[in-house]
């Protein structure tokens, strides 16, 4: 199926413009991309009532939502150089993985605080998966197949919807994940483990920015390896080490602000009830159309089937 999908693209004559320009992609995804965020900034369709909602004075903007409200106002006490933590002189947090604070802090010092930026952050990184979709897909599909790919990519409104509805990490996430993907991907291009080096690094990153990410990295340095025969290969060694040295720069500054070496966060423990087989009362599913969404009661819930 694959082989044949890639024959019929082949034969697809493109024009000069975009047969030579997957360019084009990443700047139709960056124009829908703020074209999207201007729309739905004002019209505020993503609030419902069961949202967590915090206006902050000090983020210019609607009112911080949800996860938005630790990711945004950990960046702006980044930003500030108060410290990694949520309220100005306030205790150090953990309560989430630092990637996409220091992200959106690195945003807020150079363009000023605000929900805004925060979602132009999430436009830039939008505008490059088509180019990642491309890169992706070349080396399998060859070079047609890998431009049809961004384009597919760039018109995906799924994309808008879940990166831009809010300020969250997803869209970080998806760019280091893509980029970890490709390196991999040219591992053996080179004699030196660069490129898997290169790889765990990133790997490393978006573990840091969504919650428990540890999988694939370690999956991929055993089937490098030849586990179970153990017949350890550089780009094993150099993907597995690159991954720890990157997650373990969290867990040693965890360790000595908050006197435990945690490599990942729980999010105060919501990751740990998500997916728990919980009674009824405990757990409610309501469904919002356009989204699904889990509430959680004030009453708890389960966590590993207790209360």
């Not at 760039?154 to 997803?170: D, I, K, V």
């Amino acid at each position: 199926m694959e082989s044949h999908s890639a024959e019929t693209v082949s034969r697809i004559r493109f024009p000069a413009w975009l047969r030579w320009n997957p360019s084009v992609a990443v700047a139709i995804a960056f124009l829908i991309g703020l074209s999207y965020m201007k729309w739905i900034e004002p019209l505020d369709m993503t609030v419902l009532q069961t949202d967590s909602q915090v206006a902050d004075p000090e983020i210019p903007g609607r009112a911080l939502i949800d996860d938005e409200i630790q990711y945004l106002q950990i960046a702006k006490r980044v930003a500030d150089g108060v410290g990694y933590q949520r309220e100005p002189g306030g205790k150090p947090t953990a309560v989430r993985v630092p990637g996409y604070p220091l992200y959106v802090a690195a945003l807020f010092k150079a363009l000023g605080p605000g929900v805004t930026v925060a979602l132009f952050g999430n436009v830039l990184l939008i505008s490059l998966l088509p180019a990642l979709a491309f890169a992706l897909a070349k080396p399998v599909f060859g070079y047609k197949t890998a431009v049809v790919a961004s384009y597919f990519c760039a018109f995906n409104p799924g994309l808008y919807y879940l990166g831009l509805s809010r300020a969250y990490s997803e869209p970080l996430f998806a760019v280091l994940l893509c980029c970890g993907t490709a390196m991999w991907q040219r591992k053996d291009r080179s004699s030196r483990p660069a490129n898997a080096f290169a790889a765990g690094a990133l790997y490393g990153a978006a573990s840091l920015t969504r919650t428990g990410y540890f999988g694939l990295p370690v999956l991929l340095t055993l089937a490098e390896a030849g586990w179970p025969k153990r017949k350890w290969r550089w780009n094993a060694i150099a993907l597995g080490l690159a991954f720890l040295l990157v997650i373990s720069m969290w867990g040693f500054r965890n360790w000595i602000v908050m006197g435990t070496p945690m490599l990942s966060s729980t999010n105060d423990g919501v990751t740990l009830l998500v997916g728990q087989r919980c009674r009824r009362r405990w757990v409610s599913y309501d469904i919002s159309l356009p989204q699904l969404y889990l509430r959680l009661p004030p009453s708890g819930c389960c966590v590993f089937g207790s209360r």
